[in-house]
């Protein structure tokens, strides 16, 4: 039953290869496929699972006698030992669990966001926040508001205003919250997945780039205002940011993207040229995700000829 | 107030009680001043709604002398006290101030701001909540912080990352 491993090794070749797509791929482009990919592959290897378990379930004597078919064909036919579809039967409903818990969850935030969104009422979608806090969010809702604390908008020339307004009404535009929603819900499913969502997340955040950089036709006065932006919270927020300049010492490396967080990769994407479309990466990308659909129906087919040829000469 | 001096120094020589009396006084005084201290925040605030412009904190407190007293009259604050209570406002975010000469002048802050305030403590603290927001710049850890200083370092632009006393530009 190689065709059942398929659906379960694509995701984990997914999740490796999340980041350096994520990293290639167009934005806009990015998000569709690896959030497209992220429920595919969580829903193919649900069923790669659930076709596992139903193979050990149906070597069960009662429900060979419920569907009148003959176990020790079902045996013959079917090599998968029953531990691994006990395991299956285990991780499918570890899984579901997971899938609903998070669906509340996010649910619940959700509502929480429109229900708070639609009690603000600023003149222009923007709603300025007192206090010591460095901070910008996107507030979903509808329509969602953009929250900003005033100490930011502070020390923050026009222009760079100009593009932290634009990057949050990308979000709300685009409807981004979904997008990471989903591929919340895909990685809650099947956490081999997570490196998608987590990809999904900072493509998300490319698209919101890109768009101020269209905007304000700068994409360097992006750049900039995300770095401002991003070492005044930061520093704001614990000194140590600061101190360790000085502690880098002699071998402080040339600048390494390898291992670095989402902010640094932002800021040196919109240093470089903009991001071309990729088609054959993507079309590679598609044609992969459906070799897992494609090898999950053909094993349900497979099982569903066992079954057939297990229950056998009626007569008998 | 008053009559616990002599309570307390009695048997006592004329010095120690004088000493007794004034200590008593003191702390009954900061007593008071803890508990006035909610009453005048909230009378402060309504002073300030009041206004038709900001407020520098002396005015505050002119003003103040001014309002008639529900529980009869109260000794005229010190400047230092309406300060102090200004800035405790302003660091609940319940004021916004503005630098005007050597000081500032504080306005109210008004009610959308207010509630838009208080959901990001909601939305922060609650489970999952954080994450429908679309946070402009997540975490920065040291190595990140670093890295992004060479970037904007090697971008030749400004990099204005510290928050200086009087930020950036106005």
Excluded at chain 1, 48 to 64: D, G, Q, S, V
Excluded at chain 1, 244 to 252: K, M, N, Q, S, Y
Excluded at chain 2, 129 to 152: I, M, P, Q, T
């Amino acid at each position: 039953m190689w065709l059942l491993l398929l659906p379960l090794v694509i995701p984990a070749l997914a999740g490796a290869a999340a980041r350096p797509l994520a990293a290639r791929l167009e934005p806009r482009h990015a998000t569709w496929l690896l959030t497209t990919a992220a429920v595919a592959l969580a829903a193919c290897s649900m069923a790669a699972l659930a076709l596992l378990a139903a193979y050990a379930a149906a070597r069960l004597p009662f429900l060979a006698a419920a569907g009148d078919y003959s176990t020790a064909v079902m045996r013959r036919g079917d090599p998968i030992p029953a531990a691994a579809g006990v395991a299956a039967a285990l991780a499918l409903t570890g899984g579901a669990v997971a899938v609903a818990v998070m669906f509340r969850n996010r649910a619940r935030a959700l509502a929480e966001s429109y229900r708070r969104a639609a009690g603000l009422h600023p003149e222009d979608g923007i709603v300025v926040v007192p206090g010591p806090a460095i901070e910008a969010y996107a507030l979903p809702g509808l329509p969602g508001r953009i929250v900003v604390s005033g100490r930011l908008l502070d020390c923050l020339d026009d222009r760079r205003r100009a593009a932290l307004i634009a990057h949050e009404q990308a979000h709300l535009a685009s409807r981004h919250h979904l997008f990471s929603a989903v591929a919340r819900l895909a990685a809650a499913a099947n956490p081999l997945l997570i490196p998608v969502a987590r990809a999904v997340d900072y493509t998300v955040e490319r698209w919101a780039d890109e768009h101020a950089a269209a905007v304000t036709s700068d994409r360097r006065l992006v750049a900039q205002t995300i770095g401002q932006v991003a070492l005044l919270a930061g520093t704001g927020r614990r000194r140590v940011a600061g101190m360790a300049l000085g502690v880098t010492g002699p071998r402080a490396p040339r600048v390494s993207l390898a291992w670095a967080g989402p902010v640094p990769r932002r800021v040196a994407a919109l240093l470089t040229a903009p991001p071309r479309r990729q088609t054959i990466l993507l079309a590679a990308c598609t044609v992969i995700v459906l070799i897992a659909g494609v090898a999950a129906l053909l094993a349900a087919r497979d099982l569903h000829a066992l079954l057939e040829l297990a229950q056998g000469p009626r007569s008998q | 107030m008053g009559e616990e001096g002599p309570f307390l120094a009695s048997g006592s020589p004329p010095g120690a009680e004088q000493q007794a009396a004034g200590a008593s006084e003191r702390q009954a005084a900061g007593a008071s001043e803890r508990r006035a201290a909610g009453a005048l925040e909230a009378e402060i605030l309504a002073i300030l709604r009041e206004a038709d412009g900001p407020l520098s904190p002396g005015e505050v407190r002119q003003r103040l002398a001014l309002r008639p007293q529900p529980g009869g009259p109260r000794g005229e604050l010190s400047y230092s006290t309406v300060v102090t209570i200004v800035s405790r406002l302003h660091a609940k975010g319940l004021l916004a101030r503005q630098r005007a000469g050597r000081g500032f002048t504080y306005t109210p802050v008004d009610e959308a701001s207010l509630a838009a305030s208080r959901m990001s403590q909601v939305l922060g603290s609650e489970h999952d909540h954080d994450a429908v927001l679309s946070r402009f710049v997540s975490g920065l850890s040291s190595r990140d912080a670093r890295l992004l200083r060479e970037l904007l370092a090697g971008d030749g632009g400004p990099a204005g990352g510290d928050p200086g006393p009087a930020g950036e530009q106005g």
